[in-house]
């Protein structure tokens, strides 16, 4: 069953123009350095505890250094409940993979090559520092090190950022989290939301009938959305 959604999610994310295969080429930041483009590019000016951030469409994923080109990421993947087989785990998560991961809440922390991290895009280096104090760089990479395998999930509360701020900063916390939730908090505060959901509210009886189910969530999304404002 799950092999079969696999394969429609995937169908679906090539039509969609979603899951496109980039490539193998990426930039470097260093503080303040400019970006060049390379071919071959050389991961000796990574040290071993460094965290890596690679910007994506709609989110940021992160990473830390281990050192000879491989870094421990944390990466929703659904892949584990179909299979144990240890090649196909160790394929590189696809878009369709980790979709269902995040759905499913299942996740692991992994060790892939820079270029699978990366998968095309830019490489960001340690922007952190600047404002938060690092450890050392092998204790953060002890630290990610003793996390590989399967943990758990949260798209909020337990992402790849809590991972590497865990790693190399001794705290778990994610901005990207942080900036969502004030988000969260002005469109609620919007009066036009709550106006929105009083529409909605007169809506649903008029379009499903008055009934129970219509009439509680009617009354309870606008009366939620006012007290939370």
């Known amino acids: 069953m799950l092999d079969t959604l696999f394969f429609l999610l995937e169908r679906l994310f090539s039509l969609a123009h979603i899951y496109v295969s980039l490539p193998r080429l990426v930039h470097v930041e260093r503080e303040h350095v400019s970006c060049t483009?390379?071919?071959?590019?050389s991961w000796s000016r990574f040290a071993r505890g460094d965290l890596l951030e690679v910007p994506r469409t709609l989110f940021t994923?992160?990473?830390?250094?281990?050192?000879?080109?491989?870094?421990?990421?944390?990466?929703?993947d659904a892949l584990p409940?179909?299979?144990?087989?240890?090649?196909?785990?160790?394929?590189?998560?696809?878009n369709t993979r980790l979709l269902l991961g995040v759905l499913s809440k299942r996740a692991s922390v992994r060790v892939?090559?820079?270029?699978?991290?990366a998968y095309g895009a830019h490489v960001l280096l340690n922007r952190a520092d600047t404002y938060r104090a690092a450890l050392s760089g092998e204790e953060s990479g002890l630290r990610a090190e003793r996390l590989i395998g399967p943990v758990s999930y949260s798209l909020l509360w337990n992402?790849?950022?809590?991972f590497v701020t865990?790693?190399?900063?001794?705290h778990a916390d994610s901005l990207q989290t942080e900036q969502f939730c004030s988000w969260l908090k002005s469109a609620i505060r919007d009066s036009?939301?709550?106006?929105?959901?009083?529409?909605?509210?007169?809506?649903?009886?008029?379009?499903w009938g008055a009934s129970l189910c219509t009439l509680v969530p009617a009354l309870l999304l606008p009366f939620t959305l006012w007290m939370s404002s």
């Open 159 to 162: 992402n790849c950022e809590h």
């Open 61 to 76: 994923h992160f990473g830390i250094y281990l050192g000879d080109g491989r870094v421990a990421h944390l990466i929703p």
């Open 112 to 117: 892939d090559s820079v270029e699978d991290f």
């Open 192 to 207: 036009r939301t709550l106006m929105a959901s009083v529409v909605v509210g007169a809506l649903l009886p008029v379009s």
């Open 166 to 170: 865990h790693c190399r900063y001794g």
């Open 37 to 41: 483009r390379r071919d071959d590019v």
């Open 81 to 94: 409940l179909v299979t144990s087989e240890p090649r196909r785990l160790q394929r590189m998560v696809t």
